[in-house]
């Protein structure tokens, strides 16, 4: 059994997906359909803009879904039936993309709602009040209790966990940075903070949350073909009102990748595809499990690798 994951923020580089988009219609389509969405040339940011605009998580978002969405449907003109997958899941922004993925929101919608969501995003910290931080060497539980003991009125919370020995801290820069510092008296082998617009997955979050609301609840989701493992639940459903909900609690929520993939593992899943650019989540998914393989299919070469 398989399933396909779709990658985040951070992804992203100059040029992903352009082989797709030079050899394959269907990619062209995808690309081309998302520009006139926008209505502005993200393709041409993709293939030939600076890497600097191309992060900014307005452009960032977007693009990091329809590159994994392009190879998707290439995928799928070569013969691949998504239906063959029993779950789909995406870390982060991913979400969407498995959404748009499996059916239950359509390219238009996901490339619009995907753009309101950095511009919101981008909108609710000024820059250089919040941070985030990598927490390597320290599993859950351990970075749990860092967090409890970062007093004050500054907000500390976990944003990602991703894998058993990385977890993801989010909030206030001050208390982020006291927090790195705090988990090496814990154990921890590096803190390391990130190079990220704003404090993504925390409660600093609220005002892009209330402003995705409305978004949210008029946004059309039909069923997906195939259950959606969400971020904030780590388990799978196909409801569309605990899809629309779960959306809106990801954005101040924890991502819980490592529990999704444990899901996957002991659902008897043996193979995950990771669908778009770079090999972040395969990276992920090798540290949670030693019984679940993974490969990512980022370039034309890789079409190969999952069979019909």
């Known amino acids: 059994m398989i399933s396909l994951v779709f990658p985040g923020q951070g992804s992203q580089y100059i040029g992903m997906g352009k082989d797709f988009f030079n050899n394959f219609p269907i990619a062209k389509e995808v690309y081309n359909e998302v520009d006139d969405v926008l209505g502005f040339s993200l393709s041409k940011l993709i293939f030939n803009g600076q890497i600097e605009e ?21 995928l799928e003109k070569e013969g ?3 239906k063959k997958s029993k779950f789909v899941a995406g870390h982060s922004l991913g979400e969407y993309t498995a959404l748009c993925a499996s ?3 359509s390219l238009a919608d996901t490339a619009h709602i995907l753009k309101m969501r950095g511009i919101f995003m981008q909108e609710a910290v000024s820059v250089g009040v919040g941070a985030m931080a990598a ?12 967090v ?3 007093k004050g009125n500054e907000i500390c919370e976990i944003a990602n966990d991703n894998e058993p020995n990385q977890v993801v801290l989010s909030g206030h820069k001050i208390a982020i940075e006291k927090a790195c510092v705090k988990a090496k008296s814990f154990g921890a082998k590096r803190a ?8 993504f997955h925390c409660s600093l979050m609220s005002t892009a949350q209330k402003n995705m609301i409305n978004l949210i609840s008029e946004l059309n989701i ?13 388990i799978p459903t196909q409801k569309i009102e605990e899809i629309r909900k779960n959306l ?10 490592r529990e999704s993939i444990l899901f996957m593992e002991n659902s008897g899943i043996q193979k995950v595809y990771e669908i778009g650019p770079g090999r972040v989540l395969c990276n992920l998914i090798r540290r949670i499990s030693d019984k679940v393989e993974q490969e990512n299919i980022s370039k034309v070469e890789d079409l190969f690798k999952l069979g019909n």
């Open 80 to 82: 691949f039936n998504i």
């Open 103 to 105: 059916g239950a929101i």
């Open 222 to 234: 039909k069923k997906p073909t195939v259950p959606l493992i969400s971020n904030i639940t780590s």
């Open 148 to 150: 409890a003991e970062i």
């Open 135 to 146: 927490i390597i060497g320290l599993n859950l539980d351990k970075v749990e209790t860092l």
């Open 192 to 199: 390391i903070l990130l190079p990220v617009s704003a404090p």
């Open 54 to 74: 191309l992060t900014l998580t307005k452009n960032a978002q977007p693009a990091i879904m329809v590159t994994s969405i392009a190879i998707l449907k290439t």
């Open 248 to 257: 809106i609690n990801q954005i101040t929520g924890r991502v819980r990748w």
